[in-house]
């Protein structure tokens, strides 16, 4: 599908003047050249200064001179209030703030006294609706809506959590793996379920050794100590069944285990629980030498595993039935397609590459719950959770089957390449047994319901992606953000349930999240643009309402910048239909001898692979856009991809790159350098690369396997191996590589080094616990070997993935910038 081009002014972020007072700020109206990055209307803004020169120093120094963005934001339960969270002005300390939605400036600090009061956050609410309860700072609080009392339930150093209102009335919480019951009347604590990992006492011993065995004939003190053990084990189990003023709700999963999930029923009669192996950090990962520490000493710290580790993972569920102290351990076999053998077309071809033939065979698949999978019905009859396989293939949602103690399927989602981490949200209809949830089977992902004994519904269908799912408290429709009018914008939606009617409810352009209040009647919103960051508006739901903006967080500093805005385009692609979106900072246009200086281009390269930076909201990546308005100014064209294996444009985009991480992206690359060529106008031989994480293993690969195309580039904390990537980011695309090297060898840069002719600057920080620095090593040593001499490498002692300090981030600018000064 083709959409028009997306035009932000190239100037600057525009002063709102009278005459688009009325300006439509809808993105149907993208053809007509709408100003995206232009305020919501009736907004003053400041002027830029186009005298001001953009200086490396200034963008990479502090944030804070930028803006100290609300964070964490909510509404207050009296639907005229939002609270929000600010970092402090040179200081990584976050301070709540209350603000009014009809009174003028950013809010007043909440008092540390007063913390408890407001923090309730993601509170549940009682049924009759006049009670709410959450937790704060591991206690337990009860606030009373009508008069504004709260109640403190627990005061303990223990950390109480998942606290929820049982049918009965009574409040339970968690405390480690046991579970109680607080009746509020007469304030009894009851304990009804105690998660021990711990074989059951009494219960059958590990297989003895023949010493062992022979001892007990051998030594009478032997045999008697283990007759005293059972006796005293008799008598305690004979108090506990017949004094009830005993807790007898202790439950064991055996040695060497521990709780992943366990969520209990609201009639506290039932729970589920998933267990799995125990392992130690000694048994896992690797060190991270840390050079600078305050003691002046090496600190060898402990990181996650690699993917060559070829971990197998899998959890035990268990059905606790709390009435009759009793444990069910549910298998996996009813879920269609447990046992199936989804990887051997991967692994007959890596046999047959090392000569052999692999033999296809059924055999049960490692299966783990997802985050935050058990969600209980309401009235305890029903209970769905969300389960993937270890392959990452398959996702099922099934129920259970109280009766026969086995799940039953209610919808089973696979994937060939794989289940994406992202629209697994799913939950219950109170008043019905109707499931509702999130997938990606049409190729996008949208909402669907499901009754539990009938055929699913799609509520919302297209070309479009469907997060954060609100439903109403009439259960007749969910709200929802979707980029529905345009890849790149985010606007918020609501669809019925009944005719799948689908509404758009902002229409403010940019990037949108939101919040539904309490009463329902509003909407708090986090809107921004390219060139303002975000900040928090609230808007009516009913028709014609405006969004009014309610915080003023962003500098006067920053908005007299002369920010190059972003134009969004849809370069045409050489192998898909669908173009790919990017971001283009470009100079204005010039003639004479001046225009030659407009030749020469940089294309950046995002990282995390499956994210999306060709939107028409605030990046992440600000400093980069910071950045590159510094370059426009120095009379560089910029380009930003959103490549293949970017979010926001469905299934296809997204799995492109299975199984060749490297590839895809590399040609898309190569479009968007033709692209630069043939409109803007670019110098085919003054094209330079960067990017980092990600984008710096794809601007490895680009290097390595187009060496003509880019004459610089700087690879900024990459990967260059991937079988030293985490399991869980890496197995999804490559598999293992114990199934899949063939996968491993085409997609990691370390085997294509010997690509390597132009100029490329490596920038490793060392306590990197995400990609480690191991991998910018291994590729100095393979340069090395290989006797190139156009790299560079720079060392950042004291950064993670993710720079902290400002020095640094100037450093490794200073660094790029310099590069392409030098080869373009």
Wanted: charged content about 25%; glycine content about 6%.
């Amino acid at each position: 599908m083709k959409y028009p081009l997306i035009v932000a002014s190239v100037s600057v972020f525009l002063t709102a003047c009278a005459a688009n007072d009325n300006a439509p700020q809808n993105s149907n109206n993208v053809a007509n050249n709408v100003d995206l990055t232009a305020p919501v209307k009736g907004e003053a803004v400041k002027s830029p200064d186009s005298n001001h020169i953009i200086t490396l120093e200034k963008v990479m120094s502090d944030p804070d001179w930028i803006a100290r963005s609300p964070s964490s934001w909510y509404w207050g339960d009296d639907n005229q209030t939002v609270f929000y969270k600010q970092k402090r002005l040179g200081n990584p300390v976050k301070d709540l703030f209350k603000k009014s939605i009809n009174a003028e400036g950013n809010g007043d600090k909440v008092a540390y006294s007063n913390m408890h009061v407001v923090a309730d956050d993601g509170a549940v609410l009682s049924v009759d609706g006049k009670h709410e309860l959450y937790t704060f700072k591991g206690n337990v609080f009860l606030k009373d809506l009508a008069n504004q009392t709260v109640s403190q339930l627990t005061y303990t150093s223990a950390v109480e959590s998942q606290a929820m209102f049982l049918s009965d009335g009574r409040i339970s919480y968690r405390v480690g793996n046991v579970f109680y019951a607080h009746d509020v009347k007469n304030n009894q604590v009851r304990e009804l379920a105690n998660l021990q990992m711990t074989n059951t006492p009494g219960g059958k011993k590990a297989e003895q050794t023949y010493i062992a065995k022979e001892q007990e004939k051998l030594i009478s003190y032997v045999a008697l100590q283990k007759r005293n053990a059972g006796l005293k084990a008799d008598e305690k189990n004979k108090l506990r069944s017949e004094n009830d003023t005993i807790a007898t709700s202790v439950f064991y999963f055996g040695e060497g285990k521990k709780v992943v999930q366990a969520k209990l029923s609201p009639n506290a009669q039932m729970m589920v629980v998933s267990v799995a192996k125990s392992e130690s950090w000694s048994n896992a990962g690797d060190i991270m030498p840390n050079y600078i520490t305050s003691e002046a000493t090496i600190d060898p710290q402990k990181v996650r595993r690699r993917v060559s580790d070829n971990r197998q993972y899998k959890e035990d569920v268990y059905l606790l039935d709390l009435v009759n102290d009793a444990q069910y351990l549910l298998g996996y076999e009813s879920l269609p397609g447990y046992d199936e053998d989804v990887l051997a077309s991967v692994k007959a071809e890596n046999f047959k590459r090392e000569g052999k033939e692999y033999k296809s065979e059924k055999s049960p698949r490692n299966i783990h719950l997802m985050y935050n999978s058990i969600q209980w019905h309401k009235d305890s009859n029903q209970v769905a959770i969300m389960m993937e396989a270890w392959d990452n293939k398959d996702r099922w949602l099934a129920t259970i089957d109280f009766d026969n103690k086995k799940f039953v399927n209610q919808h089973r989602l696979h994937d060939d390449a794989w289940i994406n981490w992202d629209f697994n949200d799913y939950g219950w209809f109170d008043e019905s047994e109707t499931l509702y949830y999130l997938s990606e089977e049409s190729g996008y992902g949208h909402l669907y319901v499901k009754p539990v004994d009938g055929k699913a519904k799609a509520l919302t269908s297209g070309n479009y992606e469907v997060r954060q799912l609100t439903k109403t408290a009439d259960e007749d429709s969910f709200y929802f953000q979707a980029n529905k009018s345009h890849p790149g914008i985010y606007e918020i939606y609501n669809v019925t349930v009944d005719n799948a009617t689908v509404t758009a409810v902002t229409d403010l352009g940019g990037n949108n999240s939101f919040s539904l209040s309490p009463d329902e009647t509003k909407l708090l919103i986090e809107h921004s643009t390219t060139t303002m960051p975000p900040e928090l508006y609230v808007q009516d739901i009913k028709a014609d309402a405006e969004a009014i903006r309610i915080t003023h967080t962003v500098t006067d500093e920053f908005l007299a910048m002369p920010w190059t805005a972003p134009t969004v385009v849809e370069v045409p692609s050489s192998n898909t239909e669908q173009g790919i979106f990017s971001r283009v900072y470009q100079p204005a246009p010039t003639e004479g001898a001046s225009a030659a200086v407009q030749g020469k281009a940089v294309m950046f390269v995002h990282g995390a692979g499956y994210l999306q930076n060709s939107h028409l909201g605030w990046s992440g990546y600000f400093r980069e856009f910071m950045f590159h308005s510094m370059l426009v100014q120095k009379g560089y064209t910029v380009i930003d991809m959103d490549y293949r294996a970017s979010k926001g444009y469905g299934r296809d985009w997204r799995t492109a790159i299975y199984r060749h991480m490297g590839k895809p992206e590399v040609e898309d690359m190569l479009d968007g350098v033709n692209w630069l060529v043939e409109n803007a106008n670019v110098d085919k031989e003054r094209v330079g690369v960067y990017g980092g994480s990600y984008g710096g293993f794809l601007t490895l690969m680009s290097m390595f396997t187009e060496p003509e195309v880019f004459q610089a580039g700087s690879a900024l904390r990459l990967v260059s191996d991937w079988t030293s990537y985490n399991h869980g980011y890496t197995s999804n695309i490559l598999n293992t590589p114990e199934d899949d090297k063939i996968a491993y060898e085409r997609s990691s840069p370390i085997y294509f080094a010997e690509g390597l002719q132009k100029p490329l600057l490596i920038n490793a920080p060392m306590v990197d616990d995400n990609v480690f620095f191991q991998d910018s090593v291994r590729l100095v040593q393979r340069l090395i070997e290989l006797e190139k001499q156009d790299f560079e490498t720079a060392i950042y002692p004291v950064e993670p993935h993710g720079f902290v300090q400002p020095s640094s981030w100037l450093d490794e600018y200073r660094r790029i910038f310099k590069l392409f000064e030098n080869n373009l």
